[in-house]
């Protein structure tokens, strides 16, 4: 099959278009025919080498962990898929990702793919919104009727944290550059704050939760908007510990997990309308490295896509 791997850690020139073995599968999992395959910024991350040592990965490498597809085979105990069905999924990241004409994926981080959402569209969903959902409500405890302050609020993250909060019935609070203000208005915001403009830690107050999608100083100086007792959730880094303290507030840092039964529920959203992809591009897969390109710098508006079979 054709796909995306590294051989090496590096810059974009290490991404090599070239024909690699389809994956076995185990009996738990399913093999996927990739019709999309979403970006994100660890897929970069990793190619630089920032988790080298961390994640378990062996070279060559396929790139690339969140995936749009047709189940093309499923194993013995790949219970409740079949051959044929359409799914969606974040893949396990310590293995080979969606770069590629196939990819193995345990069944349990499969959900059916929304039946109202295009492949490309599905292909964004997985890692990005199972982020911002763990972030908002598993680590940030954000309840309907709280108000929320979503960093990056255009990113792939943050474009799933305005709907999935304005969908819990949140308040939220958008921060954005001044060209993506009507589109994150247009997603839910119920306050958008143009941070060219203005001073989010000047304007925003006693909010309950903070999601911090970009770390440094932007964390740093977003302790000043929480109410006393409030969250800050970071996707990012982890928060100082002894700067929550001394402000009688919480910081939690996020990491997001494959999931299935919560994308199914996410699908249930999405099918019923409550949430959408923002799609910034959809490049062929033998151009990732644009892809990466884009990504890298840190102006997608919500989410880049590869395409790598059409329907
Ligand atoms: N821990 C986890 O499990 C996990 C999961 C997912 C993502 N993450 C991390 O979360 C971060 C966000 O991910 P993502 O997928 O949302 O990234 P992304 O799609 O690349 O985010 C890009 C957005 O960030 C905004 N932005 C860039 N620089 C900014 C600045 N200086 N101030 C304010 N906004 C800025 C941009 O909006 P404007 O152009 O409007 O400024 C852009 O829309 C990444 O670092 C990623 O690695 C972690």
């Known amino acids: 099959m054709k796909a995306v ?7 974009p020139e290490v991404l090599r278009y070239e024909d690699a073995p389809v994956p076995a599968i185990a009996p738990d999992e399913v093999l996927v025919e ?74 349990h981080d499969c ?3 929304p039946e109202r959402m295009a492949f490309a569209a599905a292909a964004g969903v997985p890692l990005a919104a199972l982020a911002a959902w763990k972030a908002l409500f598993d680590e940030g405890g ?10 990056g609020a255009a990113g792939g993250v943050g474009s799933f944290a305005v709907q999935l909060a304005k969908a819990f019935h949140c308040v939220v609070v958008a921060a954005t550059s001044t060209a993506n203000v009507e589109m994150v ?40 908007v929480l109410r ?11 928060p100082d510990p002894q700067a929550a303290a001394g402000r009688r507030v919480a910081g939690r840092y996020a990491q997001a997990a494959p999931d299935g039964a919560r994308l199914h529920l996410i699908g249930g959203m999405i099918d019923a309308g409550r949430l959408r992809t923002v ?18 710098s840190g102006r997608a508006r919500g989410k880049i896509i590869l395409a790598v079979k059409n329907d």
């Open 34 to 107: 990739v019709r999309c395959a979403g970006v994100n910024p660890i897929d970069w991350q990793v190619r630089e080498g920032r988790f080298k040592d961390g994640l378990g990965h062996r070279l060559p490498l396929i790139l690339g962990w969140d995936v749009a597809g047709v189940v093309a085979e499923a194993g013995s105990a790949a219970n409740g898929f079949a051959p044929g069905d359409r799914v969606y999924a974040r893949a396990e990241i310590g293995r080979d990702g969606a770069y590629a004409e196939y990819i193995a994926v345990k069944a």
């Open 228 to 238: 006393e007792g409030g969250t800050l959730v970071s996707l990012v880094s982890p």
């Open 5 to 11: 791997r590294i051989h090496g850690y590096g810059g």
């Open 111 to 113: 959900a059916r793919k």
């Open 142 to 151: 954000l309840k309907s009727g709280q108000t929320v302050l979503v960093h």
């Open 279 to 296: 799609i910034d591009t959809v490049l062929p897969l033998a151009q990732a490295a644009a892809a990466h390109g884009r990504s890298a």
């Open 185 to 224: 208005k247009a997603l839910g915001a119920d306050r958008v704050v143009d941070y060219g403009h203005q001073d989010f830690a000047a304007t925003v107050r006693d909010v309950d939760v903070v999601l911090d999608t970009l770390g440094g100083e932007m964390q740093a100086r977003s302790w000043a």
